[in-house]
Structure formats: structure tokens, C-alpha cells
């Protein structure tokens, strides 16, 4: 079986090769018989490429930013695995009114060549050395084959090669684009970003805009104030111990906080887990569980919880930052983990213990102005001010005119 496993992964590495060394002739031919427009008359045209669910949230104000500006054009293409693996990409897609014009898959990979001679700039968000982002890795390298201008955005807070670093894949982890997009200041990034990645950074902000703009429910959704819970177990990034006791915790607030309604969210990005995971998941009483499963759940977005929230409780993950951006307090859940990650969540309310939870609860009945204080603070630290959509396009816009 590893003998076959490694054969397939050496069959797509050279596929892989020859398809990048096509991409250059094709378009060493194409550009010899098709000279350039002038930058003045030409259109521009950008490719946004989704590889997961959450690259909807990342793209969408993208999206309706360049509807301000008929010089530039955008649209979508998606990994087959994106539409496969996870059915919410699709369920997305059609509630934003988007539709993507390629599927990408390692069958197709020719068939993109000539497509990205029509295009000037491909954005995309996980595209790395690191194997589960080997599709999206190989279109940008044939992508710069094709002299078309690539650039990578940071989609997580914690971002593997950019601000976090996993423990197995270490400091080995690389960008093909030719430029990486920061959601915070490139000079406050870890030392632990290798020195090429740092090159190609350019700081914009994050781009989920529509965070910043929620509105408040103008009906009551719930009859109790609402906090919404997130989890993203990893097992490569918590133990048996941590995920014991964020259950047993979770179960002892929602029976201790009777007038409170308790929603959990599990990451959409974890398709199996562990016996004790899912016999833990599905144990809770009184607390709503978001199993994508369900149909009748289907009303509660991330964005929606958002808006709706008393409070937010995370594991650590980006759910901190976006509840910050909508201005709802939010507090992350360590349990003693001594890792050094934990420091960038600063000065957000670290959770370490039962008493830990029970006080950020109380305080978000009783003394929500001192906790939107640190969310506010916390927001300043790591994401540029100003509408990071605009930003994004004015950077790929003005290099494209300057390179063409």
C-alpha cells in the first residue's frame, strides 16, 4: 500500500513537472503571436480560486468591491476537491450568487494552461508546499509559467509557513506566488516565516469587511442571550486531555448558566474524528450542535452567530479575530497548553480552567465594555485598519498595470 501510495505521488510530481514546462512553451508561443494590449485599454482580469468553504468569506467582499470598478473584472474557478469533499462550499456558493467558471482537478491541468493566458492575476489562500494544498500549489506554479501575476492571501490566524508553525512540517514550508498577502503588519510576522516568504509579503488587512458591518438582529432569534461556541479539534494540535475538558466544561456552563442558550460549532474543515471526539460531540445536553449533517440548522452561519452572539468561546483559530471584527467579546480556550501561539491572542481573555470559563460568562453579562476593550485591542494589534478588499485590489490592479 505505501509502495503505491509513493508511486502515485511520483506519477503526479512528474505530471506536475510536465505540465509547468508545457505552460511555459504554450505561452512563449501565445505571446509571440498575440502582443500585449496597451494597460491603458485592457480590461483586467482576476481569478479568485477556492479550495475550501471559508475561501467564500475571504473573497466575498473581493467580490463586491470590484463591482465599483468596470476596469477590472472578476471571477471564480474552484478545486474539485473543494465542491466534493465539502458540500457547504456549494450550499455558499449559491446563497452569495456566485458562480465559478472551472473546476479544477489534476485531470485538467492542460485545459487550465490556455485559460490562464486569458487571465492577469490568480488570488488564492492555501496554496503551499504542504501536501493537502498540492492542487492549488501546482495551477500557481503553472500559473507563473504563464506569466500571470500570483498572489497567496493569509486565510487563517494561525496560517501554517506564515504565522504558525506546524511541528511536524517545521520551517519547510513555502509560497509558489509571487506575493503573499498579510492580514497584519509583515514586520510584526514571527521569526519562524522563512526569508523568501518574507520577501514577497505585502501587508492589506483582512478582507472579511462584511464582519465589521453586521447588524445587530433587529428581532430576537433566541429566546435567551446566546454564546457561541467553536471547536477545532485537531487531533495533531490537542490531546485526549484538552478535548475532556472542553466538553466536560461546556456541559458544566450550559448546566450552570440555565439562562443562556449554547451553540456549538464544530470546524467545518474536520471530516472524521475520533471515536471520543464524535461520542463526546454528540453527548451534550441542552446545547445546540451545528452538525453539518442537519438540515434544520442550516440558518446558522459563522457570520450569523456573529451577529447574534452575547459572547463567543474558541479554541484557537481565526473564529477569534472574526468575532473581534464584529465587535463581539470572545475569549480563547488554552487549558495550560504552553505554546508559544497562545501570546498572539493577547489581550483577549485566555481560558485555563472551569472558574476561567464561568468569569468570561459572567463578565459578558455584567462588564461587556471591559471585554470589547480587548477585542478592540487585540484587532489593532493584528490586521490593518481600512477596507482590506479595496486594499487587495488596488495592489494586484497597480502591479498589474506596472508589470504589463
Known amino acids: 500500500m505505501k509502495n503505491s501510495l509513493s508511486l502515485k505521488h511520483f506519477a503526479r510530481k512528474v505530471y506536475a513537472g510536465f505540465c509547468i514546462a508545457t505552460a511555459r512553451i504554450i505561452h512563449y508561443c501565445h505571446a509571440r503571436h498575440n502582443p500585449p494590449a496597451s494597460s491603458q485599454q485592457q480590461q483586467q482580469n482576476f ?7 471559508q475561501d467564500i468569506d475571504l473573497f466575498i467582499d473581493i467580490y463586491h468591491q470590484s463591482l465599483k470598478h468596470p476596469e477590472i473584472e472578476v471571477f471564480f474557478w474552484a478545486t474539485k476537491r473543494a465542491l466534493t469533499h465539502f458540500p457547504a462550499t456549494k450550499k455558499l456558493l449559491d446563497e ?7 473546476t479544477v482537478t489534476h485531470g ?12 492577469d492575476a490568480l488570488l488564492n489562500t492555501v496554496e503551499s508546499t504542504v501536501a493537502s494544498h498540492k492542487v492549488p500549489y501546482i495551477i500557481t506554479r503553472i500559473a507563473n509559467a504563464c506569466k500571470v501575476h500570483t498572489y497567496t492571501m493569509q486565510h487563517g490566524f494561525e496560517n501554517v509557513g506564515l504565522t504558525y508553525q506546524d511541528p511536524d512540517l517545521g520551517p519547510n514550508v513555502h509560497f509558489a506566488a509571487q506575493n503573499v498577502l498579510t492580514w ?3 514586520d510584526q510576522l514571527p521569526g519562524i516565516v522563512a526569508a523568501d516568504t518574507r520577501r514577497k509579503c505585502i501587508a492589506v488587512g483582512c478582507p ?3 464582519l465589521t458591518n453586521l447588524e445587530k438582529p433587529q428581532k430576537q432569534v433566541s429566546k435567551s442571550p446566546i454564546i457561541a461556541v467553536f471547536e477545532g479539534l485537531h487531533v495533531d494540535r490537542f490531546d485526549n486531555r484538552y478535548m475532556q475538558l472542553f466538553f466536560a466544561d461546556l456541559q458544566h456552563m450550559a448546566d450552570t448558566f440555565t439562562n443562556l442558550h449554547f451553540i456549538l460549532k464544530p470546524h467545518p474543515g474536520i471530516i472524521q474524528r475520533s471515536k471520543t471526539h464524535s461520542e463526546l460531540l454528540h453527548s451534550m445536553r441542552n446545547i445546540l450542535v451545528l ?14 452567530l456573529l451577529a447574534n452572539a452575547l459572547a463567543v468561546v474558541t479554541t484557537p483559530s481565526t473564529i477569534a479575530l472574526d468575532a473581534a471584527m464584529a465587535a463581539t467579546p470572545v475569549a480563547v480556550i488554552r487549558y495550560g497548553q ?10 483577549l481573555p485566555i481560558v485555563d480552567s472551569s472558574q476561567d470559563w464561568h468569569n468570561f460568562l459572567e463578565a459578558a453579562l455584567t462588564e461587556r465594555s ?14 490593518l485598519p481600512g477596507n482590506a478588499a479595496e486594499h487587495i485590489l488596488a495592489v494586484v490592479s497597480r502591479q498589474n498595470s506596472y508589470l504589463n
Open 291 to 304: 452538525d453539518p449533517a442537519r438540515t434544520d440548522i442550516t440558518q446558522w452561519s459563522t457570520p450569523t
Open 184 to 186: 497584519g503588519p509583515v
Open 96 to 102: 452569495k450568487g456566485i458562480r465559478t467558471v472551472f
Open 47 to 53: 481569478m479568485l480560486l477556492i479550495s475550501r468553504p
Open 370 to 383: 471591559q471585554l470589547e476593550k480587548s477585542s478592540r485591542c487585540f484587532l489593532e494589534q493584528v490586521s
Open 338 to 347: 504552553d505554546i508559544p501561539y497562545y501570546t498572539y491572542y493577547e489581550p
Open 108 to 119: 485538467n491541468l492542460i485545459a487550465a494552461i490556455f485559460k490562464l493566458l486569458k487571465i
Open 208 to 210: 472579511k469587511v462584511h
